[in-house]
């Protein structure tokens, strides 16, 4: 099947400053897009979503970017804090509420 | 609101033998999934319900797994006869709808260990 990966498998980050965490997908056809957080021995837990229609989504402290013309996701997160320290899935919609999930991102905060 | 609850949490065994986990999801989910994931990857569906009807199972291995969620309410996996490949966190999601802002919940999971 086609694929939703990740660029970066680590990440390391001073707190308080930025995080910026990237995903590549391969189905045009997706319509939607969801960030999920996973700490360690939790189960996935959901961050903040994206349209298709979209090019960008804010939230608490978080902003989803999506670039369709390279198929392309960024979670931003600001003022990164140690409870932040987690690993980042992407995934991807392929109808009925079935998501493929990419790789993951370990992001670790430095206090 | 209480949260979906997996257990066990931890369970070892040797190939060949069975295992069996249990979901019970948030209350009112008419939508259940089953997920498996390998360390280091993202989860991978391997079934999804509603209520008591099976939605998608095309990635579950049906040859050794197994599931059902007879009433529509809790659910149960099974592996019989394990593999050593088999070794993962089993997660169980559920969902209102089948909708793509029906935000699924994940459990804790279940980690299997394949000897």
């Known amino acids: 099947g086609e694929s939703v990966g990740l660029h970066l498998p680590t990440l390391s980050v001073q707190e308080g400053d930025n995080s910026i965490i990237n995903c590549a997908y391969s189905n045009s056809a997706s319509d939607y897009f969801i960030w999920y957080k996973q700490e360690s021995g939790k189960g996935p837990q959901f961050i903040i979503d994206?349209?298709?229609?979209?090019d960008k989504r804010q939230g608490q402290r978080v902003t989803v970017l999506l670039n369709k013309t390279v198929k392309h996701l960024s979670l931003q997160i600001a003022a990164t804090q140690p409870g932040d320290s987690a690993v980042y899935f992407c995934?991807?919609?392929?109808?009925?509420?079935?998501?493929?999930f990419g790789t993951g991102t370990s992001l670790t905060v430095i206090p | 609101e209480a949260g979906v609850a997996q257990s066990p949490r931890y369970k070892i065994i040797e190939k060949r033998q069975s295992v069996a986990f249990w979901c019970n999801p948030i209350s009112g989910h008419a939508t259940l999934y089953w997920y498996q994931q390998i360390l280091g990857q993202g989860p991978k569906l391997l079934i999804q319900f509603q209520n008591n009807g099976v939605v998608d199972d095309s990635q579950l291995p049906k040859d050794r797994f197994s599931a059902e969620r007879l009433k529509g309410v809790d659910s149960t996996l099974k592996i019989q006869p394990a593999k050593l490949e088999d070794s993962a966190v089993y997660l169980c999601?559920?969902?209102?709808?089948?909708?793509?802002?029906?935000?699924?919940?994940f459990g804790p999971g279940t980690r299997l260990t394949v000897l």
């Open positions: 994206i349209r298709s229609n979209m």
């Open positions: 999601a559920s969902s209102s709808g089948l909708r793509v802002w029906d935000t699924q919940y």
């Open positions: 995934a991807e919609d392929w109808g009925g509420n079935q998501f493929y």
